[in-house]
């Protein structure tokens, strides 16, 4: 039996699940989301799914991490209930596909840390986004990017993982922290703060229901929900944590990160009066690629944003291959280096449709963040709601003494309006995902 790791510190497993949680979904997807998608009306539909339906399932992960300390699939049958495993298998599924075309974000990323420095793309945003988007080059860093997280699985919980975290997560915050205040320095920044945040309380009004997928797929996305790595964390976990107070600390940051983002980015973009655009996995390349060139110290600039937003995507990357591997090494009684290497390169393979065509990327986009992901939190809410309701309980104020009526709170919520919400959100993926297949064939 391959002997299971835990957490070095607790500070250690909150820096890890954080670092899960902030990534480009917090720096590359969340601004643009909100700009796109009504601005403040969005945040704040955001915000609210983020407290109503992410909070109680990142509880609801970590309560099957915590309970069974097996991996995603392992803990359903661990707690007694064999046939939910499915929710194990969806989750590692989704995470699959995610990490396969992530890696060729994330390597997307490392050319644009190398463009920066070199002054490569300077004069030509788009057409450096073009080469390296799609085709060798994306293949190359892809493999490359995938070479860095394979790495960190490779060495263990603690001194992959944890080590790795405890260095980068705060590294992230620093560099966000700075740019943000350089500019808001700059001339453009009121006007990209008014972009970013002006409330529209008539766009929340009238399009509740237009705002909620994207809303509710946002809030899945950034907290790595659906797909196990808040389980496969908590299983490393002993039982002398409060859960509830971790999750606070993980959802607040990851929260804090992505407006953060927000507050650097549009003011170099209104600065240089670059057109934010709309949509589109290039957008933010191409357009911050234009503010940079023409920025003041820009290169300097790009650098330290591409830096960071690389150690971010590496963070999250990991955590997605650690639940695969967890998987693996548990299941197979196979040792956690050939296993790590054996799914890194599969996955890689399964990515490669994506680094070359950008329409692929999308497709898997939809298909891992509107379907997977949201199946995945959608048994998990109905087993936790429904089925495991009292070792859940129990696991629940384990480590933490909690009101009863907060617990039951997080079961009802669980049972209805969670497993209503995401009943829609996926009848809705269900439909996009058809038409962007549709548009692929
Ligand atoms: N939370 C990460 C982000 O916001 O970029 C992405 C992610 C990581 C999604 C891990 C899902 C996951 F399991």
């Known amino acids: 039996m391959v002997q299971r790791e835990s957490w070095a510190t607790r500070v250690g497993f909150i820096l890890a699940a954080t670092g899960s949680a902030v990534g480009l979904g ?32 990142v509880l609801a992960e ?39 075309y992530y890696s060729v974000v994330g390597g997307w990323v490392m050319q ?16 450096y986004f073009d080469t390296v988007s799609v085709g060798a080059n994306a293949v190359l860093f892809d493999a490359l990017f995938m070479a860095f997280v394979a790495a960190i699985v490779a060495l263990g919980v603690r001194s992959g993982l944890e080590r790795a975290a405890t260095v980068m997560v705060p590294s ?5 922290v700075v740019l943000a205040a350089y500019g808001a320095t700059l001339p453009g920044a009121s006007e990209g703060y008014a972009f970013y945040l002006s409330p529209d309380p008539a766009t929340l009004l009238s399009d509740a229901f237009g705002l909620l997928p994207d809303a509710a797929g946002q809030a899945f996305f950034t907290l790595s929900l659906g797909m196990g790595v808040m389980v496969t964390y908590a299983s490393y976990l002993g039982d002398d944590r409060s859960l509830v107070a971790d999750s606070l600390i993980i959802l607040v940051v990851d929260t804090f990160i992505a407006l953060l983002a927000g507050l650097a980015i549009f003011p170099f973009l209104f600065a240089e009066g670059v057109d934010p655009g ?3 996995p290039g957008t933010v390349f191409v357009a911050l690629g234009t503010a940079f060139t023409a920025l003041p110290a820009g290169r300097l600039v790009g650098t330290v944003f591409y ?12 955590s997605i291959l650690e639940v695969i591997v967890a998987y693996v090494t548990e299941t197979f009684d196979i040792d956690r280096r050939p296993a790590t290497l054996a ?6 393979f399964v990515g490669i449709p994506t680094a070359l065509d950008l329409s692929v990327l999308t497709v898997y986009d939809i298909l891992a963040n509107q379907v997977l992901l949201i199946t995945g939190g959608l048994l998990l809410a109905l087993f936790i709601g429904w089925v495991y309701t009292d070792g859940a309980l129990a696991e629940l104020t384990t480590g933490s003494a909690i009101d009863d009526r907060l617990g039951t709170a997080w079961i009802w919520l669980l049972r209805l309006p969670i497993v209503a919400v995401l009943a829609y959100v996926l009848f809705n993926g269900v439909g996009v995902l058809a ?7």
């Open 112 to 127: 644009y840390v190398l463009g920066s420095l070199t002054g490569a793309y300077t004069g030509n945003p788009a057409t």
């Open 435 to 441: 038409e962007a297949v549709a548009g692929l064939l």
């Open 172 to 176: 992230v915050v620093v560099l966000l």
């Open 26 to 57: 917090n720096i590359w997807r969340f601004p643009f989301l909100t700009a796109d998608s009504g601005g403040a009306a969005f945040l704040v539909a955001y915000l609210v799914l983020v407290v109503t339906v992410g909070l109680p399932l």
């Open 278 to 280: 709309t949509g589109g």
């Open 62 to 100: 970590f309560v099957v991490g915590r309970r069974s300390q097996r991996n995603v699939i392992g803990a359903f049958a661990e707690l007694g209930h064999a046939n939910w495993r499915l929710i194990g298998a969806v989750g590692a599924t989704a995470g699959f596909v995610i990490l396969s």
């Open 307 to 318: 830096l960071a937003l690389f150690l971010a995507a590496l963070t999250s990357a990991f």
């Open 343 to 348: 799914v890194a390169v599969v996955t890689f």
